[in-house]
């Protein structure tokens, strides 16, 4: 195997007439995190809904740990055991504690021990501080403890790769800084993410890789610091300094 | 004679459409009544006495609470018992059907004007608008837009009711059906299924095309 | 008011109260099974049974009660099928309530996002796992006050059965109308004992609504 847990060949991906993507590739290595930038509208974030098979493809392969991914039902299941996903909304079941969002898919999917799942969830819910809200219901969770949860609820299941889609986009600013802490803290501990944000500080401290997409294509590529100090394309350099406020 | 040959034998089929109009009319005539009675109460209902609040729940609660079919009832051997009064089957219909028909207009008109977002309300203010212009260019437009589709779908309803007025003598569709039914008894025993499957489907072709537009105008609302 | 009067036919409307509760109620649950099915059809889009299922809802949506119970009772005979009058009450409130059942089950179903569902995929449960444990648990909190709604309808609606010479409330009050000169009293009878069902209902119903709004279950 070469190292590749992710690798995206010749993607091509259309709604319809409208192409997002017509020849993409791309690979996230083990351990690696990936971040992918770019404008709204460039296929970001269709693109992580690709490798989770929210989305069909109409052409080019996707390989995880060196196997081509299938689109049938029984297949995918397997599939999005091993790519976790964690969605902008957080998406907690409402009908569900905080404990029984997070074992539900362990216990019920991958039929693990109850009991062992439960003491895993504990620990988990102890590291991103929210031990204590085990027996909350969502409604009762600020926005950034919601999306902890849902991290926590990906991380369960133990997958290969996890696949955050803009998770702070939601959140009121204050609440911003206790996810990403935790996003950071996976990166460094060598959890494999390809991670779509308008964070470019937590993009450029947490990222291994950056990759600017605009217009369905791989613009630029390249180590955080080189790229967001010295990037190489015009539209990279406009992009990036919208994100600057100063008075022209 | 074949049954649904019945159906278009004679004047039947124009004596079953104008029994069909009977219905209508007096759905009609409520409805114009209902609503102009609805907006008042509706009104009334979004103010701020506590005490022609509750009045106002009471009667949409009572009236709501007891089938119309009693209420015809009441109306047409009732209150003509009690006061002597000479009631016609559709003048009963017509008062019972307002009576019923201004309560859920009243709730409908109050849900409209509540489901206007607060911030609308303040917004016109902060803009410097008198109470009248603020209810005229702003809430009222936003309300009406909600309000709409519901008073069809209310019209809708209301004539499926009005089918039952025959049960208190008035002569429409069912009615006439039933005298249709009767005059062929011997040339045309089975007309019943035809005649009434007529009916059936005339109810239909008045009631569904109000389904459709409310549905279209709730759709265009989202 | 004569009240001897009304202590007299007391018993003969608590008899004909019962058959209403029967014939309702009955048809309310199969009326609720009716629904059931067609909102599930209806939210999978399952071809054909979806055009079947659309055509019902129209039709049954856009009829009268009575007209329908008149179609059952009066007009089928002649084609054969003889059905008794409590029958032709079951089958048209299953009929009539079928439709307003499948369309307030399958608003509630559609009340559940499809990011909760995508959300439920990318946990990796299956189609089966994803309306077992977040979709319908949602839903059914959902229908809750729709359906309420529902039955206190139908159970309204049943006071069209006398139509069809079905002995329930309304076919007494007819008939003592008929009879005596007591207008009055038999009709307050008639109300009186149409609030005796319908408001526990409506009390029990919005009872639970508050309950469900105030905490999970």
Same mark, same amino acid.
């Given at each position: ?96 504690? =905080? ?110 890789? =950056? ?38 | ?23 209508? *009319? ?37 009236? *709501? ?59 016109? *203010? ?97 | ?13 608590? /008899? ?25 059809? $209806? ?57 307003? $059942? ?54 309204? /609606? ?11 409330? $309304? ?13 009055? /009293?038999?009709?307050? $009878? ?28």
């Amino acid at each position: 195997m070469s190292g590749n847990i992710i690798e995206i060949r010749h993607l091509r991906k259309a709604f319809g007439d409208h192409v997002i993507f017509s020849d993409l590739s791309l690979t996230v290595k083990k351990g690696e995190t990936v971040v992918i930038i770019g404008p709204s509208g460039c296929g970001k974030s269709t693109l992580l809904r690709c490798l989770n098979g929210l989305e069909p493809i109409q052409g080019g392969t996707i390989y995880l740990n060196g196997k081509p991914l299938e689109y049938g039902r029984k297949s995918l299941v397997k599939i999005r055991q091993k790519i976790g996903m964690v969605f902008q909304n957080y998406d907690l079941f409402p009908n569900m504690t =905080v404990l029984q969002n997070i074992l539900l898919s362990p216990v019920k999917v991958q039929k693990r021990n109850r009991r062992e799942a439960k003491e895993e969830a504990e620990q988990l819910l102890e590291k991103v501080g929210l031990r204590e809200k085990a027996d909350a219901y969502p409604d009762a969770l600020s926005g950034g403890q919601k999306q902890r949860t849902a991290i926590v609820r990906s991380l369960i299941m133990h997958p290969d790769i996890l696949l955050l889609d803009e998770i702070t986009a939601a959140l009121d600013p204050e609440m911003v800084h206790e996810v990403l802490d935790v996003v950071m803290e996976l990166s460094r501990n060598g959890t494999a993410m390809l991670i779509v944000t308008h964070e470019m500080a937590f993009a450029e401290a947490a990222a291994d890789r =950056v990759i600017f997409l605009d217009g369905g294509r791989i613009l630029e590529e390249g180590e955080p610091q080189a790229f967001f100090h010295s990037p190489q394309t015009e539209r990279a350099r406009r992009f990036l300094s919208a994100f600057t406020y100063s008075e022209s | 004679m074949e049954g649904y040959e019945v159906i278009f034998a004679g004047s039947n089929f124009i004596r079953l459409l104008s029994g069909l109009w009977v219905t209508v *009319r007096i759905s009609l005539i409520s409805i114009g009544f209902s609503l102009i009675f609805g907006f008042i109460v509706g009104i009334a209902m979004t103010g701020r006495s506590p005490l022609i609040k509750a009045l106002c729940r009471v009667y949409l609660e009572i009236v *709501r609470m007891i089938p119309q079919l009693v209420w015809l009832f009441i109306m047409y051997f009732g209150v003509t018992r009690m006061t002597g009064l000479n009631l016609s089957g559709e003048a009963a219909s017509v008062i019972v059907f307002t009576i019923w028909g201004a309560a859920e207009t009243a709730d409908l008109v109050r849900s409209a004007f509540q489901s206007v977002p607060v911030h609308q309300f303040e917004s016109g *203010r902060a803009l410097g608008l008198s109470q009248f212009q603020l209810y005229f260019f702003v809430i009222l437009p936003q309300a009406v837009k909600n309000l709409f589709p519901n008073i069809i779908n209310l019209a809708t309803r209301m004539i499926k009711t009005t089918a039952l007025i025959s049960l208190i003598g008035v002569t429409e569709v069912l009615k006439v059906g039933k005298q249709v039914i009767d005059a062929n008894r011997y040339d045309a025993p089975d007309a019943a299924l035809w005649v009434y499957g007529a009916i059936f489907l005339m109810y239909f072709a008045v009631c569904f095309p109000l389904s459709l537009l409310s549905r279209r105008l709730t759709e265009r609302k989202e | 008011m004569d009240w001897s009067f009304m202590t007299e036919y007391a018993p003969l409307f608590a /008899e004909s109260a019962r058959i209403t509760v029967m014939i309702g109620g009955i048809g309310t649950l199969l009326a609720l099974v009716t629904g059931l099915i067609c909102a599930w059809i $209806m939210y999978f889009r399952i071809p054909l049974l979806r055009q079947i299922a659309a055509v019902y809802t129209e039709l049954s949506r856009n009829t009268p009660l009575i007209v329908q119970l008149f179609f059952l009772y009066f007009g089928l005979p002649k084609a054969g099928v003889v059905l008794s009058s409590e029958l032709c009450g079951i089958i048209g409130l299953t009929f009539l309530g079928g439709s307003y $059942m499948a369309e307030s089950f399958y608003a509630a179903l559609k009340t559940v996002s499809v990011s909760q569902i995508e959300s439920a995929e990318s946990l990796g449960l299956s189609r089966y796992q994803t309306m077992r444990y977040t979709v319908i648990p949602q839903a059914a909190r959902a229908a809750v006050p729709p359906l309420c709604a529902n039955v206190i309808f139908l159970l309204k /609606e049943t006071s069209v059965f006398s139509a069809v010479s079905l002995a329930d409330l $309304m076919f007494t009050a007819k008939d003592l109308i008929g009879m005596y000169y007591n207008t009055t /009293e038999i009709l307050i $009878m008639l109300a009186a004992f149409y609030l005796l069902i319908l408001l526990p209902v409506s009390v029990l119903f919005s009872l639970l609504e508050r309950r469900m709004n105030r905490g999970r279950i």
